[in-house]
């Protein structure tokens, strides 16, 4: 190990220390590099593990984790993803202190009315207790258990914690929530165009001589993509950022455009019209691998003129023709479509005129080139832990009852199924759904008062609901609005496995150290609350009562990832992350899409036969209701409520801010750090301003984040929950309107 490896690596001791409570009993010399420190360090004094960063971000980095005497003590990038490239960011960092953070969740709670904070201990056997009995009541007396909901989704990415959904499914069917406010609008839009979400690999971005980042910001939400963008400039390519705020990746490019939020689409198509117009099209690919361009240019020639895109966005039409033909001419070019820019009521018609910008031009199927989204490749797992059996006599939704009713007089040949709701609406769900009602609400890996909308209308959804269980790590806004709060294992105390939806590299999560307290993992929860059902009720549930977590991890691989991987066995990750052996770096690279035609299709029938146009034509975005457009983007040292709760990270995020130009602030006569008020019809928040050109005079950014420590601050109390135009094709619900949001300000 060199000298640099090891004063890197010290200073991840030094935070595994503090986790660890010892900080202070280090000798000083430790805190300056130097021989004595480089000296100090010996990888076989530590046992090492192999983890993988489950939360919900493009890097999904692999991790390396150092542990003695039981305590994880300090962690690093696995050196060999070149993805990861041996670092983490400031959040992976932090994974030290969650295991031992004091604000953690250490045992089954019960809350003696909900937001009381009046919080006492109980056994695992008592909290199941109680819980199992209210299921058997729901039962009993609704003839099912569609009174009971399930709210899961991103918090844990692991695999094995899909087995929350298998817990449901073996207690009988259920109401879901079912959709993704992420990215669903542009998963749509991918599957028109192209048959599937399938985006090139990131790694391959340094081959490429044109770069436009649309609507992503990787400098704070992708720190590792940032490395191949930055080589691929230094080789000579051009770097354009497409964004409403002047974000730290705007920094870093050639060419920065600030259009009106909502306006991608016309900018898009204005750039396609004049590559049309000076004969810059692919005529190969859009003749023999598409299906009907010509169609397209004539909506193009008949609708878009480079001068109306530009009233449309803002940006002037001398540089939307300047920018069209280097990236028309440049070979390869590509476009990372951020999920940010589709998270609007045109969003899924906006990511489908970049997609024809990136098709018309050739650069799909082109190794350095695509339009990058995302993709699921690499999740061909069993899913073991999720496919569950319901009870013998279990009774749901039938599906071909009249105007959604139930019938629970059916005979045995009747087909049920789960209930759906959408997620992106939970509030509105809960509050109006019957027959039965939702009396009962599960919620795992998803923190619903940090991310879901209209936060004033959600706590009167959950104070219409009889009882609420929250399983978490942290006191975060749900668990204060739950009955129960059951604890949950950190990445550190379970074993999983976890695959990225950006790069290609999958890594297993083994357990470090013991759980510790008295959390458990959600399968182990799950295999608890079956045995005590099967106690109160014989038959009631069909989840194995005693399950080993190390073999539910291994039940999740198959021949088929093996061969994608080029491993024989799982245990071979345990020497490091193994990448997918791809045939090339670009998706598509063979021309053959998975749409009904086989071809890329500039005109989707399946497009419009959901509803939509079936030519990537351009859609106006919501009106505004307010003076101000409200933007909610993730903050730099947090992931919606992860992170920024733990005290090391406070020292990054003291206070909230809200952030405005300083033009539109002097005309409501506000000056910086002055306490204002936002308001709008869900609700208002206050919070300090800070005056910056970052933003557009017509804008309000304030970034999302649960700050705790007493700080009532939550975006969700301005944000509602219109939908997006597009989603509920391969999500099941439509998308959400996040920054189609509006709102008033003034000084508190």
Known sequence: MTAKKCTFSRRRFLQGAAAAGAAAMLPCSLLVPGKAEAAAFSEGDYQTFRNACPRNCYDTCSIKTYVKDGVVKFIEGASESTYTDGGLCVKGYSYTRRPYSPDRVK?????????????????????????????????????????????????????????????????????????????????????????????????????????????????????????YIMEAKRRGAKVVVVDPVFTQTAAKGDVYWQPKTASDGALALGMARHILDKGLVDEDFVHNYGLGFDEFADYLRDNVTVEWAAEQSGIPARDIMEVAEEFATADPATIWIGYGMQRHTNGGASVRSIDALVAMTGNVGKEGGGARYGHLQTWGFNYHALIQKQPEGSKGFLGGAAKGEFDFTSGSGASYTDRTVNINKTAQAILDTTDPAIRMLWVSCKNPFGQDFDRPKLEKAFDKLEMVVTVDQFFNETVANSDIVLPVTTL???????????????????????????????????????????????????????????????????????DMFGISDWTELRNGPVKARLKSSAAWSDKKFATPSGKYEFKSELCEQHGHKALPEFKVGREGYDEFRLLTPHTKFGLHSQ?????????????????????????????????????????????????????????????????????????????????????????????????????SVERA
Not at 520 to 529: C, F, G, P, R, W
């Open 492 to 562: 550190f105390e379970e074993w999983t496995v976890n695959a990225s939806y950006w790069h290609y590299w999958l890594s297993v999560n083994e357990q470090a150290i013991k759980p510790m307290f008295e959390t458990k993992s959600n399968i182990e929860i799950a295999a608890a609350l079956s045995k005590k059902m099967n106690e109160l009720s014989p038959g009631s549930c069909t989840f194995p009562q005693d399950i080993d977590t190390r073999e539910w991890m291994a039940k999740e691989f198959n021949q088929g990832i093996y």
């Open 643 to 743: 992170f920024v709760n733990l005290d090391w990270m406070h020292e990054y995020n003291k206070e909230p801010y809200i952030y405005m130009h300083p033009k539109a602030a002097a005309e409501k006569g506000i000056g910086d750090l002055d306490m204002v008020r936002v308001f709008n019809k869900v609700g208002e928040q206050k919070a300090r301003v800070k005056l910056t050109d970052n933003v557009a005079e017509d804008c309000l950014l304030m970034y999302e984040a649960w700050f705790g420590r007493g700080n009532d601050y939550n975006v969700q109390n301005l944000v509602d929950d219109e939908s997006a135009d597009m989603g509920a094709f391969k999500a099941g619900a439509p998308g959400v309107a996040i920054h189609d949001q509006f709102a």
């Open 107 to 227: 045992y089954p709670m019960v809350q003696d009315g909900r937001r009381s904070g009046k919080w006492r201990r109980v056994s695992w056997d008592e909290a199941l207790d109680m819980i199992a009995k209210k299921m058997l009541k729901l039962k009993e007396e609704d003839g099912s258990l569609l009174g009971l909901g399930m709210t899961k989704y991103s918090g844990n990415f692991g695999i094995t914690n899909y087995g929350v959904e298998g817990m449901m499914s073996s207690l009988g069917y259920t109401t879901r929530f079912v959709g993704t406010p992420c990215w669903p609008a542009g998963i749509d839009a991918q599957n028109y165009d192209l048959g599937n979400m399938w985006c090139n690999d990131p790694e391959d971005m340094v081959k490429a001589r044109y770069v436009i980042v649309w609507g992503a910001n990787p400098a704070w939400c992708s720190v590792h993509s940032m490395k």
